[in-house]
């Protein structure tokens, strides 16, 4: 069963449409990336997933309680870390253990000290530990590392991946893509309020990237090609899926011509994510 399951989510404000057929599959016990640029509606389905939103249309089945933040997580400065997760917990009908989530989030020797004496890393994971005080199944984290030193945003991925380790589902909203490629097995890709791409880190990167060709004829594989070529002076290069490369290989070895190189150009992760939301 799956820690999420979202179908044709749609939503939208004044006119604005934030949501648009939007559908979402997050596996359980895993970190699951959400990827797109500002406007896609990233933010909108965390808070859908938080229950601030209520949907125009469309079917969103989580698997047990959610917890986590939207944007910065807010905390009253003047408290220490303890007595900030004290108020929350006397929100809540039936709270976790408040030392329990601060040693999760690595947070006890500072845990009786004034919040507005914190760095920002500090204060996420405390965030992170107000999440957590809903004993969720389902953490959503927003921009979770945004603004922290290196050392910070290291601290912060420990305990991501500690969560996840125990067993949490994680859905983390980050522009960070070094960050996505560390934690995330899977991610869903969103632009314009829909989801344009679903499914490994690896997969994404290996969308389909420049091929560069050599073979004992190449005027005649020019002709069998199925793709447009580029042709230089170190061959062919095109560019194609893995099905295509493969029928194409298989065509130019039929028709006895020899494929003595053929290089496949990994995509950045970057540039695999441009392409998709353009």
Request: contains cysteine.
């Amino acid at each position: 069963m799956a820690a999420v399951e979202a179908h044709r989510l749609r939503k939208a404000f004044d006119g604005l449409t934030a949501l648009d057929g939007l559908d979402l599959v997050v596996a359980p016990g895993t970190v699951h990336g959400l990827l797109g640029p500002n406007g896609a509606g990233k933010t909108t389905l965390l808070r859908v997933l938080l229950g601030l939103v209520r949907l125009d249309a469309g079917e969103c089945r989580v698997d047990g309680t959610v917890g986590g933040f939207v944007e910065t997580p807010g905390a009253w400065p003047y408290l220490s870390g303890r007595q900030n997760l004290e108020v929350l917990a006397g929100m809540d009908d039936a709270p976790g253990d408040i030392a329990e989530v601060l040693e999760r989030v690595d947070l006890t020797d500072r845990a009786d000290t004034k919040v507005g004496g914190w760095s920002l890393g500090m204060r996420q994971r405390l965030g992170i530990a107000a999440g957590l005080l809903r004993r969720p199944q389902l953490l959503v984290l927003d921009e979770p590392a945004n603004g922290l030193d290196p050392l910070g945003a290291r601290q912060l991925r420990d305990v991501i991946r500690g969560l996840a380790a125990d067993g949490l589902t994680v859905l983390l909203c980050s522009h960070d893509l070094t960050e996505v490629d560390v934690l995330c097995k899977d991610v869903t890709v969103m632009a314009r309020g829909r989801d344009v791409w679903r499914g490994p880190v690896a997969g994404l990167r290996a969308r389909p990237g420049r091929c560069l060709l050599t073979t004992s004829d190449d005027p005649r594989a020019r002709a069998l090609a199925p793709v447009p070529l580029d042709e230089s002076e170190t061959g062919l290069s095109f560019v194609a899926t893995t099905d295509i490369v493969d029928a194409y290989v298989l065509a130019l070895a039929g028709a006895g011509i020899a494929v003595r190189s053929l290089e496949r150009e990994s995509l950045p992760l970057e540039q695999a994510l441009r392409e998709l939301v353009a």
